[in-house]
Structure formats: C-alpha cells, structure tokens
C-alpha cells in the first residue's frame, strides 16, 4: 500500500503541480485580501476534489456512457485554457474588476479555471481514472490513491495561502507582467493539451 501511496502521489504531484499553480493563483487573484483568497482557494481545492474522486470511482464509466474519450476530454479542457490565457495576456478580467468596483465577488475564479482545468485538468484526471483502474477490487490499493491524491490537494492549498508574500514581493507591476506571461505559457499549455489529445486520436502529423 506504501508502494502504491507514493507511486500515486508522484504522479499526482506532476500533474497538478501546486508549485507551478502558486503563480497562477496570485496572477488570478491579485488584490484580493488574504481572507476571500483563502476561501478561493479552498473551494477550488474542495471542487478539485470532487472531480478527482468521481473520475477516480467512475469517470472512465461516465466517459463511456456519454461517448467522451479521455482525448476528446483533453482537447476541450485545452480550449477552455487558451480563452483563459487570451483573457490573461490582455487583462480582460481586470478591465472586468475597474468597470465593476464592490462586485469582485461575480468575477470568482474558484472553480473555472482554478479547480478545473488548471488542479483537475485533463491530465490529473486521466491519471486518477488510470492510477485507480491499475486495482480493480482492491480497497486498499484505491484508498492508498485517494490518499495520495489528498495530499497532493493540501499541500496546494498550503502554498495557495503563501500567494500574498509572493504579491508583495512582485508588487503591482510585477503582478502585471507575471499575468501575461503566465498567460503566454498557459496559451501554449493549451495547445499542447489540444496536440497530445489530437495525437491520441492518432492524426499526429508525420
């Protein structure tokens, strides 16, 4: 079970990849106070979760049943992360926030994109279906998983509470150009989302 609890939370780790989401999460969230980016964070991860644990117990069953293949899966949540990085590179969401002062509350981030696609993306959510199937029947074995899979979530929460340090140290016009150039690398993350779904489709060019 040990085996399988690390073999799990490795691969978990990778997918989700709390460190490299700290700076999403500030870029998402900038100006926000400590308290509403904690309850941000928290639903994004509790959201996240939900989504892990479904696809873990039956999510290659409801892709079947519907007709959606894990690539057809990763294509779309490639699409919704380019609309997300063209609203980042060209700071639509703070246009949104200057022509709507007090109502930051209908711009929330929790769980498009945060919880998906950005913590439960495609690929974590490939990977629960995949790290599941590998024991079928054995309780231990699928427990050990979503244990792995906890705390992976807990330790991004963690680092999602450390953002307001990385906000002080970057200051305003640095939140601007972490922005867009997140916005860039999550432009050609969804576009690689999009080539490796096409691939699996088996149309990779030659």
Excluded: Y
Aim: aromatic share 8%; proline share 5%; glycine share 12%.
């Amino acid at each position: 079970m040990t085996e399988i609890f690390w073999t799990a939370f490795a691969t978990l780790f990778v997918m989700i990849d709390p460190i490299g989401l700290a700076p999403m999460f500030a870029a998402l969230t900038a100006g926000s106070t400590l308290r509403r980016r904690a309850i941000i964070g928290a639903r994004g991860i509790g959201v996240a979760a939900l989504l892990l644990v479904f696809f873990g117990v039956a999510g290659d069953k409801a892709l079947a049943t519907i007709g959606v293949s894990i690539p057809a899966f990763r294509i779309a949540g490639g699409l919704m992360l380019f609309l997300l990085a063209i609203d980042m590179l060209f700071e639509k969401r703070t246009e949104r926030r200057e022509k709507r002062p007090g109502e930051e509350h209908r711009d929330d981030p929790s769980v498009f994109p945060l919880a998906t696609p950005l913590i439960a993306g495609p690929g974590a959510l490939a990977a629960m279906i995949l790290l599941t199937s590998e024991h079928p029947g054995d309780a231990a074995g699928q427990s050990a998983v979503f244990l792995a899979g906890a705390a992976v979530l807990a330790i991004t929460f963690i680092v999602f509470l450390a953002t307001e340090l990385i906000e002080r140290l970057l200051g305003p016009t640095g939140i601007k150009v972490l922005t867009r150039l997140f916005g860039m690398l999550l432009g050609a993350l969804a576009v690689q989302f999009v080539l490796d779904g096409v691939a699996a489709f088996g149309f990779a060019p030659g």
